[in-house]
């Protein structure tokens, strides 16, 4: 149970084509690898992003306190805005 020979897989094969048809399976061949390259570019951007974002000194607090900027997803410039965060005026 669970070796698959090469009649299974033939027929395996054949049941795909019949369902998603002979003319859609080079496209989605085309959208996986696609896929796949962005999947791969974007884990190495994170990991070279967590190399360089050891800070040298620091960070200043007046300056995180004031504002503080949002970042956007890679690629995707006109989501990122400045935004001021709410301070606690709680009395505990």
Do not use: Y
Not at 22 to 34: C, F, H, T, V
Not at 87 to 92: G, P, Q
Request: aromatic share 2%; hydrophobic share 35%.
């Amino acid at each position: 149970m669970g070796r698959l020979g090469p009649t299974e897989i033939i027929l395996i094969l054949v049941v795909v084509i019949l369902l998603f048809g002979a003319k859609k399976l080079p496209d989605m061949a085309r959208s996986l690898g696609k896929s796949a390259r962005i999947l791969k570019s974007e884990a190495k951007a994170m990991k070279d992003e967590n190399k360089s974002a050891a800070p040298a000194d620091p960070p200043n607090p007046e300056q995180s306190a004031t504002q503080r900027t949002i970042q956007a997803a890679p690629g995707d410039v006109t989501s990122s805005r400045p935004v001021t965060e709410p301070t606690d005026t709680t009395k505990r």
